[in-house]
């Protein structure tokens, strides 16, 4: 969150405390049950905030030069003076948002360090601030820039974003149910369990921080079922308790594989091609995994009684 000052702080606690009373309430009901809840995950997003608290001493961030360039070219000079405004505003910065988040599913790079986000295998409100350390490092400014080249002061976009990642708190839990008409428009807990659920038929959807409507738009929106019970965490759950290994592992695995390539635009490709990409095609991309899933229904249903 870029929000400055005491407000930060404030927030900031706010957050956290309600999560924990969450943590406690949930630990409470499920200590006998079938799936416990994992104190781990809590402890890997709590290092995971205090990481990114701490990573502010630091001047490492390619936000600042990319919005400085952009405000320097800016096409004009936005004045937030109206309701009107205000609007377009809250509608331009959910497009952008929309587009990063989609790009941060679909590029590997962005991917290293969203999957982080990703990585908690029981959904809670303590998976809103596991968010990953190398953020600011990517340039994943690059997608908010067209507002400030429009003309939004930098630090109305920044505020703005912020805002977004703030409503988005309360989406992260498994126990709210469905909300009626809101679902139509809104990013919701339940839309959300989508986006965070690894079952290969929820894989990359439901992209909006506080509208849904640009995923109806694009054709990446998917309705929780209840037939289809969300799993979350990552197609391949992540089982380490070392915050610095749930930090960096798959930066070290996309190094892995891009020093391994035998050909330079493989290594490129690494990069830029969705997770799971391989060159010879027999990689675990979502629509790999589909295809696979369906040959399997297929089959089932060419031979009854074969799962």
């Known amino acids: 969150m870029v929000i400055t000052g005491k407000f930060a702080m404030y927030v900031t606690a706010f957050v956290v405390t309600v999560s924990l009373i969450e943590a406690f309430v949930l630990w409470r009901k499920r200590r006998d049950g079938v799936k416990p809840f994992s104190w781990n995950e809590v402890w890997l997003s709590l290092a995971d905030l205090a990481g990114r608290k701490l990573s502010v001493l630091l001047p490492l961030s390619l936000a600042a030069p990319i919005f400085s360039f952009a405000w320097d070219h ?3 000079t936005v004045t937030l003076n109206s309701a009107l405004a205000v609007f377009l505003l809250f509608v331009g910065q959910e497009f952008c948002y929309y587009w990063y988040h989609r790009a941060a599913h679909r590029i590997r790079f962005f991917w290293a360090t969203h999957a982080v986000h990703h990585s908690p295998n029981q959904l809670t409100l303590t998976s809103a601030y596991r968010l990953g350390w190398t953020g600011k490092l990517t340039g994943s400014a690059v997608f908010f820039a067209p507002l400030v080249l429009l003309g939004v002061r930098p630090e109305v976009v920044l505020a703005t974003l912020s805002l977004n990642l703030l409503y988005q708190f309360w989406l992260h839990n498994d126990w709210m149910p469905k909300l009626g008409w809101f679902e139509y428009v809104f ?8 986006h965070h ?8 959807a439901n992209y909006g921080g506080v509208l849904i409507i640009f995923d109806r738009m694009f054709g990446t929106y998917v309705e929780e079922r209840a037939d289809e019970p969300c799993r ?20 070290v695995s996309l190094g892995r594989d891009m020093a391994s390539a035998s050909k330079l635009w493989h290594a490129a490709a690494y990069l830029i091609m969705p997770p799971g990409w391989a060159p010879d095609g027999k990689g675990t991309t979502t629509e790999i995994l589909r295809r696979q899933q369906e040959e399997l229904r297929q089959a089932g249903w060419q031979r009854p009684g074969v799962a």
């Open 232 to 251: 979350y965490g990552l197609v391949h759950p992540t089982t380490t308790q070392n915050p610095i290994v749930n930090q960096f592992e798959h930066w």
């Open 197 to 204: 659920a690894s079952n290969i038929d929820y894989l990359d």
């Open 74 to 76: 800016r096409l004009f």
């Open 187 to 194: 990013n919701t807990p339940s839309a959300h369990r989508v």
